[in-house]
T-cell receptor, first 113, second 113 residues
C-alpha cells in the first residue's frame, strides 16, 4: 500500500502570497489531518477532515483553511503568508479500521521570504 | 485543551544502555497515546502506541507504560543502538478526537557508539 503522499515537497513563497498544499491519504483512509511543525512550537494540530467535513480544528487563524474531496484527498491553503508561516506542513491519515492509528506523510517544506 | 509535557528535551546514552522518556498529560479523557520517531528531514514514524485499557505494551526493544491515575506514560528503549538516534515525540488524544493529536515537545536522543 502506498503511504501518505504530499505535494509539493518544497516551496518558497513571498510574504503576502497564498499557498495550497495537497495530500493523498493511504488508500481506504477517510480521515485526513494537518499539522504544522516548527522548531519553536513543535508539532501543532491544524485541522482534521472526515468524509469531506471538518471534524476538528486547532488554534490557528482563519488564514489557514482546508478541504477534503470525495476521494479523501485533501488540500490546505494559507492566505496572506507571513514569515512565521515558514514550517514543515505534515499531512496524516487514519482509518477506523486500523484503530485510528495516524500515519504521516513526508511533509511540505514551506519557506516564506 | 489537552497539554502534553515531555522530558527530557535531550538524552545522551552509550550504545547498549537503556533510554527512558517520560510524558505527562492534562486531559483525563485522553485514551490513546502514540510515540513517534522522527529522523532528520523525515516524517514522524509511529513506533509504538498504547490505549487506556492497557498498562504496558512491548515490541522487541521498545516498551511503553501508562499510568492513568497519575496521567503519565513513558517510552523505554533497551539495548540502544546508534540508529535509535532521532527525535522522539509522545502524543495524546481522546477517542472522539480521532486525527487530533496533542504532541509533547520532543526528545533528542543521541546514542554514542
Amino acid at each position: 500500500k502506498a503511504g501518505v503522499t504530499q505535494t509539493p515537497r518544497y516551496l518558497i513563497k513571498t510574504r503576502g502570497q497564498q499557498v495550497t498544499l495537497s495530500c493523498s491519504p493511504i488508500s481506504g483512509h477517510r480521515s485526513v489531518s494537518w499539522y504544522q511543525q516548527t522548531p519553536g512550537q513543535g508539532l501543532q494540530f491544524l485541522f482534521e477532515y472526515f468524509s469531506e467535513t471538518q471534524r476538528n480544528k486547532g488554534n490557528f487563524p482563519g488564514r489557514f483553511s482546508g478541504r477534503q474531496f470525495s476521494n479523501s484527498r485533501s488540500e490546505m491553503n494559507v492566505s496572506t503568508l507571513e514569515l512565521g508561516d515558514s514550517a514543515l506542513y505534515l499531512c496524516a491519515s487514519s482509518s477506523e479500521g486500523s484503530g485510528n492509528t495516524i500515519y504521516f506523510g513526508e511533509g511540505s517544506w514551506l519557506t516564506v521570504v | 485543551g489537552e497539554n502534553v509535557e515531555q522530558h527530557p528535551s535531550t538524552l545522551s546514552v552509550q550504545e547498549g544502555d537503556s533510554a527512558v522518556i517520560k510524558c505527562t498529560y492534562s486531559d483525563s479523557a485522553s485514551n490513546y497515546f502514540p510515540w513517534y520517531k522522527q529522523e532528520l528531514g523525515k516524517r514522524p514514524q509511529l513506533i509504538i502506541d498504547i490505549r487506556s485499557n492497557v498498562g504496558e505494551k512491548k515490541d522487541q526493544r521498545i516498551a511503553v507504560t501508562l499510568n492513568k491515575t497519575a496521567k503519565h506514560f513513558s517510552l523505554h528503549i533497551t539495548e540502544t543502538q546508534p540508529e535509535d538516534s532521532a527525535v522522539y515525540f509522545c502524543a495524546a488524544s481522546r477517542g472522539t478526537s480521532y486525527g487530533k493529536l496533542t504532541f509533547g515537545q520532543g526528545t533528542i536522543l543521541t546514542v554514542h557508539p
